[in-house]
């Protein structure tokens, strides 16, 4: 049982590149959620989805899109990377029973990202 | 957006009891609480959750006063492995009504031999 994988763990990107990070979970986890962190910072939510097919924007979604077309797999899109977006950032999946049930997050180990 | 405000870091020592305080004014009715340990160069992992009163598991305590204003996690006899980042987290509706979380800056614990 593999909890949240993440995948690649390191990437380094020239400025106006795009890649993809991908994110997934063996759970059977409803909920998923893409999160960054910038040194000696907190977490700050990009953007997350509720089901298959769903997506909806978090604190910082701008610069990022994301696509959750099967269950398992959460992709995190850059389209045309920058500076700012050198951060760690990782994923998570949680079982949601119900909309007042905050169950826990699952987190992956993190995609450590430069931008150059 | 429900916010949270915690100490940015507290010190202690080995042996000691470590009380970090949450404060989250804006909690929901349905919101639980959840806090969360990080280490360097991983994400976080779930310590414990609450709705009221007291909660406690093998692991810290957890204390939520009536008004659920805030909340107090509760480290018995910390050792240098509880060297970490302390998030406190509670449930966001967000702008589609669906539930969204948000963390704060956290608290840097930081444990002396």
């Known amino acids: 049982n593999a909890g949240v994988t993440q995948t690649p763990k390191f990437r380094v990107l020239k400025t106006g590149q795009s890649m993809t990070l991908l994110c997934a979970q063996d759970?059977?986890?409803?909920?998923m959620y893409w999160y960054r962190q910038d040194p000696g910072m907190g977490l700050r939510l990009i953007h997350y989805?509720?089901?298959?097919?769903?997506?909806a924007k978090g604190e910082v979604p701008d610069g990022y899109n994301v696509s959750r077309l099967k269950k398992q797999n959460f992709l995190l899109g850059l389209e045309s990377a920058a500076p700012s977006q050198t951060s760690v950032y990782f994923c998570?999946?949680?079982?949601?029973?119900?909309?007042?049930?905050?169950?826990?997050?699952?987190f992956g180990n993190g995609t450590r990202l430069t931008v150059t | 957006l429900a916010k949270t405000t915690q100490p940015i870091s507290m010190d202690s020592y080995e042996g000691q009891e470590v009380n970090i305080t949450c404060s989250h004014n804006?909690?929901?009715?349905?919101?639980?609480i959840t806090w969360y340990q990080q280490f360097p160069s991983q994400g976080p992992r779930f310590i414990i959750q609450?709705?009221?009163t007291k909660v406690t598991n093998e692991v810290a305590s957890l204390f939520i006063p009536a008004d659920r204003k805030s909340s107090t996690l509760s480290l018995p006899r910390v050792s240098l492995s509880d060297t970490a980042v302390y998030y406190c987290?509670?449930?966001?509706?967000?702008?589609?009504?669906?539930?969204?979380?948000?963390f704060g800056s956290g608290t840097r614990l930081q444990v002396q031999p």
């Open positions: 998570a999946s949680s079982y949601s029973p119900g909309i007042d049930y905050n169950s826990p997050l699952h």
């Open positions: 759970m059977n986890h409803e909920y």
């Open positions: 989805s509720v089901g298959e097919g769903t997506t």
């Open positions: 804006n909690i929901a009715t349905n919101d639980y």
């Open positions: 609450g709705y009221k």
């Open positions: 987290l509670v449930g966001d509706m967000g702008d589609t009504g669906r539930r969204a979380l948000t």
